[in-house]
């Protein structure tokens, strides 16, 4: 069955980075784009990044952009979000989705938490 599994999420200071990981299973990875999905605290979800599956085309909310890097890596099933200079509007649960046929597919998130 398809699963998401996210990974890296943690408490950093103010400015500081992290790297989140999405590895993906049961599912022909490489075909698919995938998204990251943030929801801060008492507010709604809300999308960050999306890289394609055709020539790697990435597209970013404007809250991340300069800031946020999205990326994969075929051979390990894997989607990454490098986040660098935080802030702690950046707070929330961030979570990987994939659409495969007409179906989203979502992981269970992973907290990154902003705050000195």
């Known amino acids: 069955q398809v699963q998401l599994v996210e990974s890296g999420g943690s408490l950093v200071q103010p400015g500081g980075s992290l790297r989140l990981s999405c590895v993906a299973s049961?599912?022909?990875?490489?075909?698919?784009?995938i998204n990251w999905f943030r929801q801060p605290p008492g507010k709604e979800r809300e999308w960050a990044a999306t890289i394609s599956s055709v020539d790697d085309t990435t597209a970013y909310a404007d809250s991340v952009k300069g800031r946020f890097t999205i990326s994969r890596d075929n051979s390990k099933n894997t989607v990454y979000l490098q986040m660098n200079s935080l802030r702690p509007e950046d707070t929330a649960v961030y979570s990987c989705?994939?659409?495969?046929?007409?179906?989203?597919?979502w992981g269970q998130g992973t907290q990154v938490t902003v705050s000195s």
């Open positions: 049961g599912f022909l990875f490489s075909n698919y784009a």
């Open positions: 989705s994939a659409r495969i046929n007409r179906l989203d597919f």
